[in-house]
């Protein structure tokens, strides 16, 4: 799994090249994510992304407590992984924005 990051406003800001995150892509996610470079919080940019799993559910809680203490942002969410969110209650978990931007302004 490819990923794309960049610093912006004290954070960093995380684009996957993917369309999924499922059990086949599960771990190689994990391992990416947790060599990101930086101390600030972390924007994880979901606009790609139409599809989300148990696994790939799980590998992103993973990825929020292998981060820790840096924070974890969720942003530009598709209305099928928001559903999945809301679903399993992770919304109260993950601070969610609706875009990238509103993202990189809360967590800044």
């Known amino acids: 799994m490819r990923l794309i990051h960049q610093l912006e406003r004290n954070c960093l800001v995380v684009t996957l090249e ?12 994990k391992e990416a994510m947790r060599g990101l470079p ?4 972390v924007v994880l940019d979901l606009t790609r992304i139409t599809f989300v799993d148990s696994s790939g559910l799980g ?3 993973a ?8 924070r974890l942002h969720l942003a530009g969410l598709t209305p099928t ?4 969110f ?7 978990v993950f601070p969610i924005h609706v875009s990238v ?3 990189i302004s809360d967590a800044s």
Do not use: Y
């Open 18 to 29: 993917a369309s999924r995150i499922d059990a086949a892509v599960a771990l190689a996610f």
């Open 38 to 41: 930086g101390d600030g919080a």
């Open 59 to 61: 590998a992103i809680v």
């Open 63 to 70: 990825v929020m407590k292998a981060l820790a203490p840096r």
């Open 81 to 84: 992984v928001e559903r999945v």
């Open 86 to 92: 809301r679903l399993t209650r992770m919304d109260s």
């Open 101 to 103: 931007e509103a993202g």
